[in-house]
């Protein structure tokens, strides 16, 4: 089996609203593969499609080589964007039910659960009700409730979703250690950064209809060449200047698109002496310019 989804020309409409338009995906196994759209533009929607929650009004959906999700959902592993833990319950308990949902006999699934909240640090946590822990900690029993059965693919909705900058890290840590593991890793985000560093590709999805489609690396070097500046100054000095076609300014970082024909070169000589530069660099555009061209700069948030 090559690849582990397929959809061909799927459709969803709720009324007059057209939430996913005639999409078309082919996923290969063992691959980290983003979902990425602004709020709204119709992820969830193609994620509970795919898990048969809801079903498409037109086209088909292959899920490992089966037409119907429903029948290998022991295979899969899937964690919603609305995410929620047993509060009252202890987290091995938690854990190791999730296991008996999937078809593991209890002590098996008691057993897998202890081994994966102590390897991924929760062991002292292990007697302890969810109610205790961090979000962080929620989050990582969350993850692990979906891997327990040990699933060869693995749907994340929103996963990175409210975590702080040191849990964003072990997020993507388990994310990596999945396909380390050999599983497909599908998952939705609108925040570009985190799924430029992770996926092997990405689908952009904008009102439902899919705007971009493929490898990551194929998609970003289509993208032309863009200047990356560090810089410690007035960033209106830059923005102002006239070779500048487009500028993505966080105000210390600054992505650079210039007009065409205008030397990269010309530029930094005329901002010597204005501004500190302490990185000037020739780059592939980031996945939030790519996403930005593409959507024209508008937002269904």
């Not at 970003?220 to 070779?243: F, M, N, T, V």
């Not at 010597?272 to 959507?295: C, M, N, Q, W, Y």
Request: charged share 25%; glycine share 10%; hydrophobic share 35%.
């Amino acid at each position: 089996m090559e690849n582990a989804l397929e959809l061909a020309g799927v459709s969803k409409v709720y009324g007059q609203f057209i939430a996913v338009d005639q999409l078309s995906l082919k996923i290969p196994m063992g691959t980290i593969y983003g979902f990425l759209g602004p709020n709204g533009a119709g992820k969830t929607t193609t994620i509970r499609m795919i898990m048969s929650i809801i079903y498409p009004d037109q086209g088909s959906i292959c899920v490992l080589g089966y037409p119907n999700s429903e029948v290998i959902k022991d295979r899969l592993g899937y964690l919603p964007e609305e995410k929620g833990l047993y509060k009252k319950m202890k987290t091995l308990d938690m854990v190791a039910y999730f296991g008996t949902l999937k078809g593991l006999g209890f002590r098996e699934s008691r057993q897998r659960a202890r081994n994966l909240l102590i390897k991924y640090g929760l062991g002292d946590w292990l007697n302890r009700k969810c109610e205790t822990l961090s979000k962080g900690m929620g989050q990582k029993v969350q993850i692990l409730s979906t891997l327990i059965h040990d699933p060869e693919l693995v749907i994340l909705d929103e996963p990175f979703s409210g975590l702080d900058p040191v849990n964003v890290e072990v997020m993507r840590d388990l994310i990596l250690q999945m396909k380390r593991d050999g599983r497909t890793v599908i998952f939705s985000t609108h925040v570009m950064e985190q799924a430029e560093k992770i996926c092997d590709s990405i689908f952009l999805i904008h009102r439902g209809q899919k705007i971009i489609d493929g490898p990551l690396h194929e998609i970003k070097a289509s993208g032309g060449h863009g200047l990356q500046i560090d810089y410690e100054g007035d960033g209106q000095i830059i923005r102002s200047h006239p070779d500048i076609e487009r500028m993505n300014d966080s105000g210390k970082h600054a992505e650079i698109f210039l007009k065409a024909g205008r030397n990269p070169q010309t530029l930094l000589a005329s901002l010597i002496g204005k501004i500190t530069i302490r990185r000037f660099d020739l780059s592939e555009p980031s996945l939030h310019e790519i996403f930005v061209r593409a959507v024209g700069g508008t937002s269904d948030e």
